[in-house]
């Protein structure tokens, strides 16, 4: 693997590191234990049959779907001169050997800014503390589609 040089905005943004990951780590939990929360309506249980489970700290989520099972997994990454939180949404599936692997399907991030952005490169988005009334029923929909891929 070729490693390259890291760049004056790279470190920049590394300054900033230990304030930036609590205040994303806090909002990735709200994000996660709000979709849980949205996930036991009884609607979207009936028709959309997702259910989240987070672990306690917020990290990570088990995701049962009728596609199958996920997990989402919370990181924080530096991109050039920006620091965020990335849910990555990874499916259960088994090889041509039928041995069990996660296979990555999907991703939203969380900003430093409270935005949820959906996908990597997307301009779809909403604030994760004043959210439009459907934000978090997107997002779940997104995460079951994700799981069907």
Known sequence: ?????????????????????????????????????????????????????????GQ????????????????????GRDIFGRYEILRKDRDKYDIEFWRPVWAFRITKHDLV??????????EIYAPDADSYGRLLLSIAASLGK
């Open 60 to 79: 990570s989520a088990v995701l049962d779907s009728p596609f199958g099972v996920g997990r989402a997994e919370f990181k924080i990454h530096l991109d």
């Open 117 to 126: 952005e959906f996908g990597d490169k997307s301009e779809k988005s909403f």
């Open 1 to 57: 693997m070729n490693y390259l040089n890291i760049n004056s905005d790279e470190m920049d943004a590394a300054r900033n590191a230990v304030k930036l990951n609590a205040s994303l780590w806090a909002q990735a939990k709200k994000v996660i234990d709000r979709l849980a929360e949205s996930s036991r309506n009884e609607f979207m249980q009936t028709h959309w049959g997702i259910s989240v489970m987070p672990s306690d700290d």
